[in-house]
């Protein structure tokens, strides 16, 4: 068994020394594979004087140096051959910029399987069968899709009874739309049913859909809602977390613990998310740094900055080390998953990448 499986199998949530020595030991592992394997890496890392067997301690992971997000969204950056792939991640942004991720078939089990691990230790997976209204697009017309993909993904964790799609492809425009009315529809059934419910999608959405046809029903305290996304586009609409949850417990009876905001970006594919306190906790499987946006110096906890994500589960794609865009901070939570939290605070520059999130919402828009 190489380390990364080795770190899989291990708790997401623990972080003794031996485990956090799993993550340092996979890690190595896989910049080694990208360093010998993807000529760019190699270049960078020899230009900055960084070799990953110099990957002795937990403060060595410090010293990798990251790769701005933007190479990997104006470049094809592969350490297998391209027919060796299983799937190819893409978030549908407009303006020619597309965020994507490659996975060859040992990378895209390790992410399936890092994403059930975590969502099993938050108390989130479970073997009875619920209805799904997923705010997101079929995954059988949109498979390479992001989202598609990570709520296919996300309906896995539990046994399922109906799935519902809102947004569907429609033949005649020849466009994705939303089914408000089937939403609806669906809504209905599944508060008379006797399943509970889970809604998968981005907040914006149920929370337009609530107030414009005035909401009021009961799923049950075994229901849930899995947010992702954020409220891009909608930040004049955006609700504070806390009031949100309060607003869907009253409106749709999904108790407040029930309710988990997940984070994720598609070049970096770690799910971050929320315990039944609404903190996104930081497993393990990655780490996050905070950097100065001036000289990408390292800011202690708590402190704001850029955030450069490590991981090393995909041995296809070589983004273990990650520079985003992206402001947050490193916190803490007083739940008992313990570890640190990611606290987002917003995306540095203007509209560079649109999303996902906001393709979906310029769809809400035209609804
Ligand atoms: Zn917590």
Known sequence: MNATDKLLESNPFEFSEVSKKLFLESFKENALNHYEKHEFTK??????????????????????????????????????????????????????????????????????????????????????????????????????????????????????????????????????????????????????????????????????????HNIQLNLGEDSWLQTGGGWKGKSDKEIPKREFRKFIENRLGIPERNQRDLFGMVEHGIPYVDCEEGNLHIPNYARVFVRSPYDLSLRPKGERGLLHFLCSYNFSYPAPSLLTTDYGRVGSCRCRIGGDTLILEGRAGVSKHKGCALKALELLERT
């Not at 466009?175 to 508060?191: I, M, P, S, T």
């Not at 006797?194 to 959405?205: C, D, E, K, V």
């Open 43 to 212: 270049k960078l890392w020899d230009k900055l004087h960084f070799h990953p067997s110099d990957l002795k301690t937990e403060k060595d992971l410090e010293a990798v140096p990251g790769t701005m997000v933007h190479l990997y969204k104006e470049h094809e950056f592969l350490s297998v051959p391209k027919k060796d792939l299983a799937l190819i991640l893409t978030s549908s942004g407009t303006g020619g910029q597309k965020s994507q991720q490659f996975l060859d078939l040992q990378s895209l089990n390790n992410v399936k399987k890092l994403a059930l691990r975590i969502h099993q230790e938050l108390g989130m997976a479970s073997s009875k069968e619920y209805n799904y209204l997923c705010f997101t697009y079929d995954p059988k017309v949109a498979n390479d899709l992001g989202t598609a993909f990570t709520d296919e993904l996300l309906t896995n964790f539990t046994g399922k009874k109906e799935v519902y799609y809102a947004i569907q492809w429609n033949e005649d425009e020849k466009q994705f739309a939303l089914n408000e009315k089937g939403v609806l529809e669906a809504l209905n059934r599944f508060a008379s049913s006797p399943y509970s419910t889970r809604i998968l999608g981005f907040p914006a959405f149920l929370y337009e859909i609530i107030e414009k």
